[in-house]
């Protein structure tokens, strides 16, 4: 009887690691259970779908079942929910959601790769249809059929994360009004205060109402929110407060978790399980600036670890080497971008710093199209190690938070990236790269 | 009697230089002496004036004498050509070019920042107005004038390099029939063969005739291009064949040259001569990556060579730790960009290499405005060290040129390329960066 390989979840890290595990063991029998309907599918496409960006929700699956059947031998099964794992019997207790039974289905190795959820805080009225958390298709489609009644006037976006920022510049290019809340005194709180600021000026110029410092309390019956400064219309409520990992399943398997209840990995994805890996959202993830565990819940990190998982379960040896906490957004024409750690978590690491910021523009001053851009970088001091750079800026600007990312994990220092030879034209950049010239700040400040 | 710095030339190495010394002694007498009319422009800017994309000349000027005189106290006179060095005397002999009279000024130290100047082949007919290298702001407002005359129609680009790329695409602006000839087999030759392709086809989408193996023989009596392929017609040709640096000022005075004739300069841009200092498009530069030494006439690098030549001058220490061999430029909206080794130079170098390429999309593949973006690596065998990368792009892709740059100066290997953290959202980058897919190729190709 050949080995089988049990995947709980089928989306990125799933989904990457049994076509990982099946390119490096044509032997192994592969089985994925997926409790929604749809596989390998990008949920970071969803604000687009709700813009009208995407066409159809279809358009959001990388691969369907089939195609992972018919191209690598994967049994992926949809509407399969693992509703316990047994260790020591080494089996998963699987419910077939269409068919509304109950089997077994023993495993020699185990992926968990159950991601994450919306965090939904227990308001009144938060179970209500017109008030959803964005995180699977199911969502997408959900928010897309109450989008399009027409009825649909008034959009309250709890939260201004990623999630926030993204579904409040989706509704506004509907045509809805638009009112963002947050609870804290800024958006985007993985940036420091004064580029949140930049962030919020953009949200506010393409229209979107900011209530910042502002608490949701409740929602009314069937429309309408009540925040901490007073009751808000809406038609529908965007949840995009965050997300937890899916770790419920792994702990009462007794598996260990750790950063944020996340599922605790080592470098190579295995848990503390024999056999057992995890990846994806439900996982912690190393941090290179920070030398933490954290949880951060991203499909390019969901991927890497994925194909890690699925490479040491197939017998190969591979490491996953960690991150530095990259992320970007678009508010519209506006790109926000962030690597490393923002003053907060620096002075939470012990790590005393200096600022290097720079107003900048995309291109040459001179140059038609130019926008303006603004650069952070931070510099540990005593070292001028770069440890942190932010990006607000439009026309494309974002992708520089590239060069900070590489030059952080390659441990350089601020000298090192103003020496960088970086590339310059009058139509794609100043003489003087705006990361260069934030560098060159933080030199100065150093001393 | 104060020390006298004397700078020759007066554009972004010895402007830089001048600045920065001024900054690090306040004691010092610095006198910059520059042939043209203008100081510390933006050459880069000249086809964007002829295109109308720049309003005026005088957009493209940084700094104006009457600025540096007042912000800086360096007297920087225009108009004024220095004729010889006399190394022993330590004094130059200066030509005021609009009194017509010659004088001799000592220096304690001395900047040679002489520049470089359009490769003009011995050819018959060469040296009529209507046949033009682009260097100095006085050639942007010469072709400038050629071209706003009515008479102005069919222009012949000579040469395939960044420069008659991007005149070419300015006069196809203007509404002019452009023809870039060109001697070789591809445009843009310090890419390799496969990517120069892509380059040749924007040109003919953008609607430029292009003469591949093309011979220049002469220049007609007021008009046409006699080439090795029949006569072409030209009411103005604009010669883009690469630059030759203006080394022979230094030569004649005992100065050693080196790499293609280039003044040879040390890590502190110091020349043969004591106290005498070279940078800027006149002098070599050390490649990070060939370990040698290189001339490549480069905007940004004069403005590092200028900044390291000013801090040494003024009794600071500063090193320039050398280039990697970034450039970019823009074909209308195709962004053509390359760093380390290209094949060729790879050979050269006698550099065992895998190729990594990847044809991909600069936005998530489902995204409205994506475009498609071609990145090449390559990697050396046996360590897998990223030693080169080339990106031909749409929609900004080129940028994405930095993060190459930035992991070869940091001697990563494709592997590490793979595993960096690079920023993902749809609306900027598919879900792995093109970059990552070229370096996950050329993994596969290690083996």
Not at 24 to 49: N, Q
Not at 64 to 72: A, G, I, S, V
Not at 197 to 222: I, M
Request: hydrophobic share 40%; aromatic share 4%; proline share 4%.
């Amino acid at each position: 009887m050949s080995e089988r390989l049990v995947v709980i979840g089928g989306d990125a890290a799933g989904m990457t690691a049994a076509t990982q595990a099946r390119r490096g063991r044509d032997d192994l029998e592969i089985v994925v259970l997926e409790k929604g309907p749809w596989t390998s599918y990008s949920a970071c496409g969803i604000p687009y779908l709700v813009s009208g960006d995407v066409d159809r929700v279809e358009d959001l699956v990388v691969r369907t079942p089939q195609e992972f059947r018919d191209k690598h031998r994967i049994d992926a099964r949809v509407r399969h929910e693992v509703t316990a794992v047994d260790l020591d019997a080494r089996r998963v207790e699987v419910r077939a959601l269409e068919q509304g039974r109950t089997f077994l289905l023993g495993f020699d190795q185990l992926l968990i790769a159950t991601g994450a959820r919306p965090l939904q805080p227990d308001l009144p009225g938060i179970d209500q249809p017109w008030v959803r958390g964005v995180q699977t298709l199911a969502d997408g489609a959900h928010l897309l059929e109450l989008a399009g009644r027409p009825r649909c006037r008034d959009v309250v976006v709890v939260g201004g994360g990623y999630i926030g920022l993204e579904m409040a510049e989706a509704f506004v290019q509907r045509g809805c009004r638009v009112t963002l809340v947050e609870g804290g005194e800024q958006p985007m709180r993985t940036l420091d205060r004064d580029m949140a600021r930049l962030v919020t000026d953009a949200l506010r110029k393409h229209g979107v109402t900011v209530q910042l410092g502002t608490r949701v309390e409740s929602f009314d019956q069937g429309g309408g929110v009540q925040t901490s400064a007073g009751r808000l219309p809406a038609d529908l409520a965007v949840l995009g407060l965050g997300v937890v990992p899916n770790g419920e399943l792994a702990a009462s398997a007794g598996i260990e978790l750790g950063a944020k209840d996340a599922i605790a990995v080592d470098h190579r994805q295995r848990t503390s399980a024999s056999g057992v890996y995890a990846a994806g959202d439900c996982a912690e993830v190393f941090h290179l600036v920070s030398r933490k565990r954290a949880h951060i819940a991203l499909g390019t990190i969901a991927n890497k670890a994925g194909r890690v998982a699925g490479i040491n379960i197939a017998g190969g040896y591979a490491s996953f080497p960690g991150v530095v906490g990259t992320a970007i957004t678009r508010v519209c024409s506006t790109e926000v971008a962030r690597t490393g750690l923002s003053e907060g978590e620096a002075a939470e690491a012990g790590i005393e710093y200096v600022v290097g910021r720079a107003e900048s523009t995309t291109r040459a001053g001179y140059f038609p199209d130019t926008a303006p851009i603004v650069v952070k970088v931070l510099a540990e001091v005593g070292t001028g190690r770069l440890i942190g750079g932010q990006i607000v800026g439009a026309d494309r600007g974002g992708k520089r938070i590239d060069t900070l990312a590489t030059a952080i994990t390659a441990g350089m220092t601020v000298h090192q990236v103003y020496d960088l030879d970086l590339a310059y034209a009058p139509a794609v950049s100043p003489l003087w790269d705006p990361v260069q010239v934030a560098a060159r700040r933080a030199m100065t400040a150093l001393g």
